[in-house]
């Protein structure tokens, strides 16, 4: 079981990116698909997680409203994108799945790097 994410890349603030992150080896979808982030010499933290079983989504506050978590089933893929970029942004994101029963993530991406210029 693998998940693969990508699509980071240097943008200007006030841009956008897409993230994609495509799971093989199994299907997710019964999955609770969320992305994470880690900034330079900061903790990993919660960005945003679409729940499989009421199909609603939750952010951080601090991506509310720049950030859209999707997915698509048939491609095993989930997305995130992202717009308006900030240099707080700026962090190696990771993708990361759960079965829709339990808490813990179980499944996590290698990360994708995004770095946003000031």
């Known amino acids: 079981v693998q998940l693969q994410a990508c699509g980071g890349g240097l943008v200007q603030a006030g841009g956008s990116l897409r993230l994609s992150c495509a799971a093989s080896?199994?299907?997710?979808?019964?999955?609770?698909m969320a992305w994470f982030r880690q900034a330079p010499g900061k903790e990993r933290e919660f960005v945003a997680v679409?729940?499989?079983?009421?199909?609603?989504?939750y952010y951080a506050d601090s991506v509310k409203g720049r950030f859209t978590i999707s997915r698509d089933n048939a491609a095993n893929t989930v997305y995130l994108q992202m717009n308006d970029l900030k240099p707080e942004d700026t962090a190696v994101y990771y993708c990361?799945?759960?079965?829709?029963?339990?808490?813990?993530?179980?499944?996590w991406g290698q990360g994708t790097e995004v770095t946003v210029s000031s």
């Open positions: 679409l729940f499989w079983r009421v199909r609603s989504t």
């Open positions: 080896g199994r299907t997710f979808s019964r999955y609770d």
């Open positions: 990361a799945a759960r079965p829709f029963t339990q808490n813990k993530y179980d499944y």
